[in-house]
C-alpha cells in the first residue's frame, strides 16, 4: 500500500467526514507499521518528513546506514515489539499467541505474507488495521454505509482482542529508550490507538497467571531475575539499555550476555558491593513510574481504562514485591 501523505494522526472530531478520517488514520497506520518493521529508509524518508513530530527529532545529516543500526540496536536487543512477548508466560516470541493472530488476519479478511512466527510484530499488527481502515474508507466513498460499519466493527474488534491488550506497554517501553525518534513515534502510535478505541466492554483475563514468587523457599535472585524481566507478569519492561543504566547508577559490573543475566549480575553484584538496598530502591522506582504512565493514560483515555488498569496492577504487585526484599535485604 503506498504510504500517502498521512500528516499528523488525525483524531475523530477534527471536522474530517468519515471517510477522510478513516483513510487518514489508515495512511498514519502503513507508516508507522513500515518504521517499526524495517526503520527510515529511503521509501519511507519523505512521508516522515512531512510529519513535524519526526520531523523534530530526525537526526541529521540522514544517514541510512545509521537509521539502520539504531532500528536493530533498539528492536533486536532492548524492546521485542512481539503480542507473544508481552503476554506470554515464558519471554519468547511465536506459539499459541501468534496463531490467534495469524487466525484473526484470516477472520477479518486480511491476508499477509509474512511468516507466522512474525505475524504478532507490532508493525504486523498496525499494517492489518491499515488495511482494514482502508477499506472502510472505500465502503464510504462508495456510500455502502453498512459495509464500512462492518469494517469498523473488524477494527475495533482487532484492536480490543489484540492491540489494546500488549501495545501500550510496549510502546510505553520504547519511550523510555534512548532513541528519540521511536520515543516520538511511539507517544504518536499510542495516542493514534486510543483516541481509536470505541465503546469497551469488560476484557476477559488477558494477562498470564502470576504467583508470588518470594512465597516459594527456594527462590532466588534468578527466578527474581527471570519474574521482573517478563512483561506481562511484573507490569514493566526492562530492556537491556535499562539494566546497562541501573548499573552504571551504582557502578556495578554487569557482564554481557542475555537482558536475564545481565538483571543477575547486577543483582549478584549488588551483594557483593554492599548497594543491593539502593538498587531495590531504584528498581522500587522504575514500578512507581510505571504505575504513573499508566494512570496518565487512563486519565487522557477514560475509555481504554479496562484495558490499562491490569498492567497498573501488576506493576503495583511488582513494586510491593520489591519493598519486602527490600525489608529482608535490609533485615539481613
Request: aromatic share 10%.
Amino acid at each position: 500500500m503506498p504510504f500517502s501523505n498521512p500528516g499528523s494522526p488525525t483524531p475523530s472530531g477534527s471536522g474530517l467526514s468519515q471517510a477522510q478520517l478513516a483513510r487518514a488514520r489508515s495512511y498514519s497506520y502503513q507508516l508507522f507499521s513500515d518504521l517499526y518493521l524495517r526503520g527510515i529508509t529511503a521509501v519511507s524518508l519523505p512521508y516522515l518528513q512531512q510529519i513535524p513530530e519526526l520531523t523534530a527529532v530526525l537526526p541529521t545529516p540522514f544517514n541510512a546506514d545509521s537509521a539502520a543500526a539504531s532500528h536493530h540496536e533498539l528492536f533486536q536487543f532492548n524492546i521485542f515489539p512481539y503480542e507473544s512477548f508481552f503476554l506470554g508466560e515464558d519471554g519468547l516470541v511465536g506459539g499459541e499467541v501468534t496463531a490467534v493472530v495469524n487466525q484473526s488476519y484470516f477472520q477479518l479478511g486480511w491476508q499477509t505474507a509474512v511468516a507466522a512466527t512474525e505475524a504478532d510484530h507490532l508493525g504486523q499488527e498496525l499494517a492489518c488495521l491499515a488495511f482494514l481502515g482502508a477499506q472502510e474508507a472505500e465502503a464510504w466513498e462508495s456510500y455502502q454505509t453498512a459495509a464500512a460499519t462492518d469494517w469498523q466493527t473488524r477494527q475495533q474488534f482487532f484492536l480490543q482482542n489484540h492491540l489494546l491488550r500488549w501495545a501500550p506497554n510496549c510502546l510505553l517501553a520504547i519511550q523510555e529508550q534512548s532513541d528519540p525518534l521511536f520515543a516520538e513515534l511511539a507517544q504518536m502510535t499510542l495516542s493514534l490507538l486510543l483516541s481509536h478505541t470505541g465503546d469497551v466492554s469488560p476484557p476477559p483475563h488477558f494477562l498470564p497467571p502470576v504467583q508470588n514468587i518470594l512465597a516459594n523457599e527456594k527462590s532466588g535472585f534468578k527466578e527474581i531475575a527471570h519474574f521482573l524481566l517478563l512483561p506481562g507478569l511484573s507490569g514493566i519492561t526492562l530492556s537491556r539499555d535499562n539494566i546497562g543504566q541501573l548499573g552504571r547508577q551504582f557502578d556495578l559490573p554487569r557482564g554481557f550476555g542475555s537482558r536475564e543475566t545481565m538483571l543477575l549480575n547486577l543483582l549478584r553484584t549488588a551483594v557483593q558491593y554492599d548497594t543491593l538496598p539502593a538498587l531495590l530502591i531504584a528498581l522500587q522506582a522504575t514500578c512507581r513510574r510505571w504505575q504513573t504512565s499508566y494512570q496518565d493514560l487512563i486519565d487522557q483515555h477514560p475509555q481504554t481504562a479496562l484495558f490499562i488498569q491490569p498492567w497498573q496492577a501488576r506493576a503495583a504487585a511488582t513494586e510491593q514485591m520489591v519493598i519486602e526484599l527490600m525489608a529482608s535485604s535490609i533485615a539481613e
